[in-house]
């Protein structure tokens, strides 16, 4: 199984300031028939289920807020929050589908500081 | 809009039978836009995959529950099952049933509200 690791396990940012949370997989999840990394982020909230925010790493959901943006290749991927609001105060998970079983890493608690 | 509402028994006995439905709704089942999948969170703990259905019959299940898991389909109830067997106190969590979507290989979008189930006797 592909292991996904998230650092740090926690995070406090100021209101306004920049939040970057990072990713790592154990072996390659890029995608060869399309040169893309097959790796989606969730946002949760407590008592509600996960939300997507990006997949195929930078790729981002209807919806989503533009300071929300995703990036890195190969094994290294990093979920920047821009201008940090109260609202996104959540856990945050990574996943990998490059390859089944799918696998989430272990979330990042960000929080206001 | 499609959206997932799990059910079933809160409380289920160790050895005993996990049986959940997701019902779906705003679409049919029998749509190739969606993988049928279940995921489960541990208290405290990361997700965890444990299987899919897609509508050319297909099911995928991760190998480290696939001798007790089994995905299903009823087509006319527009509903899709989770049924997992011999269960222990491991097996506590919440239940999500989510709509996989890309080509063959998933991110989730949308999730049901998730169900805790206890294990306990």
């Known amino acids: 199984d592909i292991v996904m690791t998230q650092s740090p396990d926690s995070l406090a940012v100021s209101l306004g300031e920049r939040a970057t949370l990072n990713c790592k997989s154990s072996q390659s999840i890029l995608y060869s028939s399309n040169n893309k990394n097959s790796l989606a982020w969730y946002q949760q909230k407590p008592g509600q289920p996960p939300r997507l925010l990006i997949f195929?790493?930078?790729t981002r959901e209807s919806g989503v807020p533009a300071r929300f943006s995703g990036s890195g290749s190969g094994t290294d991927f990093t979920l920047t929050i821009n201008n940090m609001q109260a609202e996104d105060v959540a856990l945050y998970y990574c996943q990998q589908y490059y390859s089944s079983p799918y696998t989430f890493g272990q979330g990042t608690k960000l929080e206001i500081k | 809009q499609v959206k997932l509402q799990e059910s079933g028994p809160g409380l289920v006995r160790p050895s005993q039978t996990l049986s959940l439905t997701c019902t779906v709704s705003?679409?049919?089942?029998?749509?190739?836009?969606?993988?049928w999948t279940w995921i489960r969170q541990p208290a405290g703990k990361r997700l965890e995959w444990i299987g899919r259905f897609f509508s050319d019959g297909g099911t995928i299940y991760n190998p480290s529950l696939k001798s007790r898991v089994t995905i299903s389909v009823d087509t006319a109830k527009n509903q899709f099952s989770l049924e997992l067997t011999s269960v222990t106190a491991a097996d506590t969590a919440v239940y999500y049933c989510a709509g996989g979507v890309g080509y063959v290989h998933n991110w989730y979008d949308p999730w049901g509200q998730g169900i805790l189930v206890t294990v306990s006797s």
């Open positions: 705003g679409g049919p089942i029998n749509t190739r836009s969606f993988y």
């Open positions: 195929w790493a930078s």
